[in-house]
């Protein structure tokens, strides 16, 4: 966690500087998001990624959990970031194009090596807890009713539309 928290006050540091050099911002969100990505869940340490995806499983205004259909869309965006982070990692967009020329390794061999470590069920990384939480919820949340947009008021004179 000490390595994660360094690289947030580093990262703080640059975005506060007069004349930023957002190059170095961007290998710095990328080295942070690939640090709590390959978090391993044996560590001490707790998941900075997994605690947040807690909170954001908590609806604030109304005091209690979100709905599992109202939260199973922030797993899934953080999912997605998560699949997109590790193709990055794994096949640099700059080197893509010159892929056949440059390397002698197979570009889906480069994939699977990352693939199979941190995107995969049963893995010691936070995907694994993500996946699980995301499938949980939408197999519970397919049972929940959508919300009402129609509600009629209680004498049945009145109509009201999303409030």
């Not at 997109?84 to 990692?89: A, G, H, N, P, R």
């Not at 694994?128 to 004498?155: C, F, P, R, T």
Request: proline share 4%; net charge negative.
């Amino acid at each position: 966690m000490s390595g994660q928290l360094s690289l947030l006050y580093h990262l703080c540091r640059q975005i506060k500087e007069s004349k930023p050099d957002f190059e170095a911002i961007d290998r710095n969100i990328m080295t942070l998001s690939l640090s709590l990505i390959c978090h391993n869940m044996f560590r001490k340490e707790r998941s900075v990624l997994i605690y947040y995806t807690n909170i954001l499983g908590w609806n604030d205004m109304a005091h209690v959990f979100r709905l599992p259909n109202k939260y199973t869309p922030y797993l899934a965006e953080i999912q997605f970031c998560i699949h997109i982070i590790i193709l990055e990692k794994a096949l640099p967009m700059m080197d893509r194009d010159e892929w056949v020329d440059n390397f002698e390794v197979n570009p889906l061999e480069m994939f699977l090596e990352y693939r199979e470590k941190f995107l995969v069920l049963g893995s010691p990384y936070p995907f694994d807890y993500l996946h699980s939480l995301l499938q949980y919820g939408m197999n519970v949340g397919k049972n929940i009713a959508g919300q009402e947009h129609v509600i009629w008021s209680k004498d049945g004179c009145r109509m009201y539309f999303d409030g």
